[in-house]
């Protein structure tokens, strides 16, 4: 390992609006633009300064989350290694082989969940192994298990979405366009929401999932990357291609917040419940920005350097904050990012 560090700098940032339609009708079709959508992380120039302390890790990570407060699932293109931050400094995590074409993963308090072509692997990460999985009909690349329990599910091709309810059977419906990554959020006194975003066309629509039908769909902007949620409805997204940071809320309908500029090719976000914070990494720089949004623009707060290709960043419940690489560059874990 090795201690890196670097001084914060402020920056003033201004509210940028973005290009956003609301329908009033799910299974309406936003309308093509020239330049939209499909947006895909650059690859970083090499990393100078990280902050914090860097863990070896040469594997390309592709995704991470946390569940249990401090537990963390990192994804490889063939494994998923589950362990505390002192685990993969010891070398200790566990790590389950898991095949190469899996989709996205998601947490959910104490589970990890792995959408795969079989189905979910729903995965207790004090516990961790493959025995739970949820099969499907068809192959699974997106997957979210709600706070209560009930997993839904959809692809990267199929324009619907899977309701899995123990005991009945499975209710599939349409939805605006096929899906990227699908989240749920807690909310206070009600049923969690579910959100998914579809990068092909910069969408980012919720699912009224007790009644098993899609919500409204909005457009993300140029051109969506990530999105990561908080409590009671938040969601941090980032906008690749327009060079936005993005704050929506689900808490009954999805609804665009507010929005900022920030720098060149953002994508890995994450919300700071501790600090109130939304974070956001920029591959083109290697730089980690946290923005205060409690006055309805969001304000730099804090500016950290990354580990080369940061596409994924989570915050623990301690709020220090882990950011991965995808190029080999190491899992690089923050414990006083303020």
């Known amino acids: 390992m ?151 599910t959809g692809n990267d091709v199929d324009e619907d979405v899977t309701v899995y309810r123990d005991g009945q059977e499975p209710v599939t419906f349409d939805v605006q366009d096929p899906g990227t990554e699908m989240i749920a959020v807690p909310v206070e006194d009600r049923h969690d929401a579910v959100v998914r975003i579809w990068n092909g066309a910069t969408t980012i629509q919720d699912i009224d999932y007790p009644n098993d039908r899609p919500g409204a769909t909005l457009r993300v902007g140029l051109g969506v990357g990530q999105m990561a949620g908080g409590e009671d409805g938040l969601l941090v997204v980032s906008d690749n291609i327009g060079g936005q940071i993005a704050i929506y809320n689900a808490d009954d309908i999805i609804r665009l917040q507010m929005t900022a500029p920030v720098g060149d090719d953002p994508w890995g976000v994450a919300w700071d419940a501790e600090r109130d914070l939304a974070w956001i990494t920029t591959l083109s720089d290697n730089q980690l920005a946290g923005y205060r949004i409690s006055e309805g623009v969001p304000e730099e707060q804090h500016r950290l350097d990354t580990v080369a290709d940061a596409r994924n960043v989570v915050v623990l419940e301690d709020g220090a904050l882990v950011v991965a690489s995808a190029s080999g560059d190491g899992l690089q874990v923050i414990d006083a990012p303020a």
């Open 2 to 152: 090795r201690l890196r560090s670097r001084a914060h700098r402020p920056l003033l940032v201004t509210s940028l609006v973005a290009t956003t339609v609301l329908l009033a009708g799910c299974s309406q079709n936003l309308p093509d633009t020239p330049d939209m959508g499909n947006a895909t992380p650059v690859a970083s120039p090499p990393a100078e300064n990280p902050a914090g302390t860097v863990i070896d890790y040469t594997a390309a990570i592709t995704d991470l989350e946390v569940a249990d407060g401090d537990i963390l699932g990192v994804r490889t293109e063939d494994t998923l290694a589950i362990g505390t931050v002192a685990d993969f400094e010891a070398g200790t995590e566990t790590t389950l082989d898991v095949d190469a074409g899996c989709g996205d993963l998601t947490a959910t308090g104490d589970r990890f969940v792995l959408a795969c072509e079989q189905g979910a692997f729903v995965i207790d990460a004090t516990d961790p192994d493959l025995d739970d999985l949820r099969a499907t009909d068809t192959p699974t690349t997106v997957a979210a298990l709600t706070s209560d329990g009930i997993l839904l």
